[in-house]
């Protein structure tokens, strides 16, 4: 797998739901970032947590952090159908730029 | 403010031919990045720009591709005898620093006939 991997790869909820994805990585990392996709738009960045922070939040968004499991998940909380869009995970590997997964595509439903 | 812009937002060309990209970051921004991303995929790194350190070029996919950043702002992204492969959204980030968050544009639509 790569550095940078979100799971599931699609996920369809009903609005109001919570929806939950993973993002695991290979090797040792500074931060770690997610960004969010509208269609035929460039990403949003939506959270950044560094190596020594376990759990963010932002509005209706919480990330946490594994480092012992290479591991991050971003909770989207009370989603809407606005909400629906791709998401991903960038690591930057020790480096200065940055690895970005294949992203899990988000429905939420009316 | 104005956001990072990317010109043409659309193009298409008969393979063979020479495109060039531009990017215009967000005044300020020290690191610039282009990437690559095909039809519902993830992103590929194509390259990054750092203040006046030599670039990172390790993502180019050949040697067809090369980008400059002149002056330290404007970047573009050359793509020569284009191939039917290299059809994909090409898209640039800037940030204030290295490891920031990234602020995209809204990408070049690539079509190669």
């Known amino acids: 797998s790569q550095q940078g991997e979100e799971d599931p790869q699609a996920l369809s909820i009903q609005e109001g739901e919570n929806a939950t994805m993973n993002c695991s990585y290979k090797?040792?990392?500074?931060?770690l970032q997610w960004y969010r996709q509208n269609s035929g738009r460039g990403l949003v960045h939506l959270i950044l947590?560094?190596?020594?922070?376990r759990e963010k939040h932002s509005g209706r968004l919480r990330v946490t952090l594994d480092t012992s499991k290479k591991s991050s998940s971003l909770l989207i909380t009370a989603s809407r159908a606005a909400d629906t869009a791709s998401y991903f995970c960038a690591t930057d590997a020790g480096g200065q730029n940055f690895v970005f997964g294949p992203g899990t595509r988000l429905s939420v439903l009316p | 403010g104005a956001g990072v812009s990317q010109s043409p937002s659309n193009k298409v060309t008969e393979k063979g031919k020479d495109v060039e990209l531009r990017c215009d970051p967000i005044?300020?921004?020290?690191?610039l990045y282009w990437y690559r991303q095909s039809l519902g995929q993830g992103l590929e790194f194509l390259i990054y720009f750092q203040g006046n350190s030599a670039p990172d070029k390790s993502g180019l996919p050949s040697d067809r591709f090369s980008a400059e950043r002149t002056g330290g702002s404007v970047s573009t992204l050359t793509i020569q005898r284009t191939q039917q492969e290299d059809s994909a959204v090409y898209l640039c980030?800037?940030?204030?620093?290295?490891?920031?968050?990234?602020?995209f544009g809204d990408g070049t639509r690539l079509s190669i006939l």
């Open positions: 005044s300020g921004h020290t690191a």
């Open positions: 090797t040792s990392i500074n931060n």
């Open positions: 947590i560094r190596s020594n922070e």
């Open positions: 980030a800037s940030s204030l620093e290295a490891r920031q968050p990234q602020h």
